[in-house]
T-cell receptor, first 112, second 115 residues
Framework: SQKIEQNSEALNIQEGKTATLTCNYTNYSPAYLQWYRQDPGRGPVFLLLIRENEKEKRKERLKVTFDTTLKQSLFHITASQPADSATYLCALANQAGTALIFGKGTTLSVSS | GAGVSQSPSNKVTEKGKDVELRCDPISGHTALYWYRQSLGQGLEFLIYFQGNSAPDKSGLPSDRFSAERTGGSVSTLTIQRTQQEDSAVYLC?????????????FGPGTRLLVL
């Protein structure tokens, strides 16, 4: 079955630095991969979707890469701010396309 | 515009009681999903609706769990004879189209505590 792993449960960085989060997947070749942000007590919020034929996608200070050979996606936040502190989840559609399979998330803490 | 809403926001119940959780998706969204998030765990898929039918209910953990959707809109997740292990946040999401698990819009969740 498909499996997603987000390597770090927690990541602590200083304001202004670049945060890099990793998502690895196995037993699957997804057509696209998504990243979501979840704040405490709230539902996940969609951030970015990257397709298998896209190496990189950017949105403001966010950048996502997708390496289908390594079966890995990297999520970068440049010039990080304390307001970026949250849990970030990567997600793939299951093979039937009927649901998203989520990683457990990486909790990012940006200190000022 | 209005997002996905869920009610109640919190529910405390006693073991063995039945509970109903409600989800109001974004208007016009044909796909609706239920997920469960336990402490320290990732989101776990429960059931997917396309319109009023549920082509994928493979994530429902036991026959104590059921869900329905009416009018292509509101959905209710029912848990019968609740157990303590059912304690979790139940999240509902919707998306505009059918056929693929595309970008999903989540509600705030219902926090269920079974004593």
């Amino acid at each position: 079955s498909q499996k997603i792993e987000q390597n770090s449960e927690a990541l602590n960085i200083q304001e202004g630095k670049t945060a890099t989060l990793t998502c690895n997947y196995t037993n699957y070749s997804p057509a696209y991969l998504q990243w979501y942000r979840q704040d405490p007590g709230r539902g996940p919020v969609f951030l970015l979707l990257i397709r298998e034929n896209e190496k990189e996608k950017r949105k403001e200070r966010l950048k996502v890469t997708f390496d289908t050979t390594l079966k890995q996606s990297l999520f970068h936040i440049t010039a990080s701010q304390p307001a970026d502190s949250a849990t970030y989840l990567c997600a793939l559609a299951n093979q039937a396309g009927t649901a998203l399979i989520f990683g457990k998330g990486t909790t990012l803490s940006v200190s000022s | 515009g209005a997002g996905v809403s869920q009610s109640p926001s919190n529910k405390v119940t006693e073991k063995g009681k039945d509970v109903e959780l409600r989800c109001d998706p974004i208007s016009g969204h044909t796909a609706l999903y239920w997920y469960r998030q336990s402490l320290g765990q990732g989101l776990e898929f429960l059931i997917y609706f396309q319109g009023n039918s549920a082509p994928d209910k493979s994530g429902l953990p036991s026959d104590r769990f059921s869900a329905e959707r009416t009018g292509g809109s509101v959905s209710t997740l029912t848990i019968q004879r609740t157990q303590q292990e059912d304690s979790a946040v139940y999240l509902c999401a919707s998306s505009p189209n059918s056929g693929s698990a595309e970008t999903q819009y989540f509600g705030p969740g219902t926090r269920l505590l079974v004593l």
